[in-house]
């Protein structure tokens, strides 16, 4: 099966940037997606298709895929941007089943 | 505006069976290339995918849970329902339902989310 691996945390202070990494077997093969959740919410659709973003999502996020790894990346991080953020991919090589990683909490310092 | 929302018991014993039902408004389960899935997440736990039924009634599981769980759309009342046999604590979780949006067959994202239904199991 699928496995994406993505780092525990991430801790960025305001107005760095912060990249969060997502690893896959040959990911760069597949559209990967990215949520925020933010606690007692529904996640969020931050990125789509490895860099398209959502209306309404600034331009501060930003995603990349290549390789074995994709990355989010925030610039100019604020305080608001803390939250649980994951990333998703879809598993055609198979059964056809979604796939969500493990989650990063990002914490603004 | 796409909104979506669960609703479903909020305890259940183990052993039932789980039915959770997906309301939804602003778009249309007959369109083509449109979805909805059903997704879960354990109490401080990752999000895990279960479901996804399509506009043309393909449908699609997790295959860990495929023998326990069943996926139906009824598109006149605009509503997905989600069955699960033989629940157990570890199924105890936050029960999310989310738009597939219409977009190319070779990938899903789900955009956007219900606010999600914490269902418990225990005796």
């Known amino acids: 099966s699928y496995v994406l691996t993505q780092p525990p945390s991430v801790s960025v202070a305001p107005g760095q940037t912060a990249r969060i990494t997502c690893g896959g077997n040959?990911?760069?093969?597949?559209?990967v997606h990215w949520y925020q959740q933010k606690p007692g919410q529904a996640p969020v659709l931050v990125v789509y298709?490895?860099?398209d973003r959502p209306s309404g999502i600034p331009e501060r996020f930003s995603g990349s895929n290549s390789g074995n790894t994709a990355t989010l990346t925030i610039s100019r991080v604020e305080a608001g941007d803390e939250a649980d953020y994951y990333c998703?991919?879809?598993?055609?090589?198979?059964?056809?089943?979604?796939?969500f990683g493990g989650g990063t909490k990002l914490t603004v310092l | 505006q796409i909104t979506l929302k669960e609703s479903g018991p909020t305890l259940v014993k183990p052993t039932q069976t789980l039915t959770l039902t997906c309301t939804f408004s602003?778009?249309?389960?007959?369109?083509?290339?449109?979805?909805v899935g059903w997704i879960r997440q354990p109490p401080g736990k990752a999000l895990e995918w279960l479901a996804l039924?399509?506009?043309?009634?393909?449908?699609r599981y997790s295959p860990s849970l495929k023998s326990r769980l069943t996926i139906t759309k009824d598109t006149s009342k605009n509503q997905v329902v989600l069955t699960m046999t033989n629940m157990d604590p570890v199924d105890t979780a936050t029960y999310y339902c989310?738009?597939?949006?219409?977009?190319?067959?070779?990938?899903?994202?789900?955009?956007?989310w219900g606010q999600g239904t914490l269902v418990t199991v225990s005796s």
């Open positions: 998703q991919v879809w598993d055609s090589s198979s059964d056809h089943r979604g796939v």
């Open positions: 602003g778009f249309s389960l007959s369109t083509s290339g449109v979805g």
């Open positions: 040959n990911i760069g093969s597949k559209s």
């Open positions: 989310a738009h597939r949006p219409d977009t190319a067959m070779v990938t899903n994202w789900f955009d956007p």
């Open positions: 298709d490895d860099s």
């Open positions: 039924i399509y506009w043309d009634d393909d449908k």
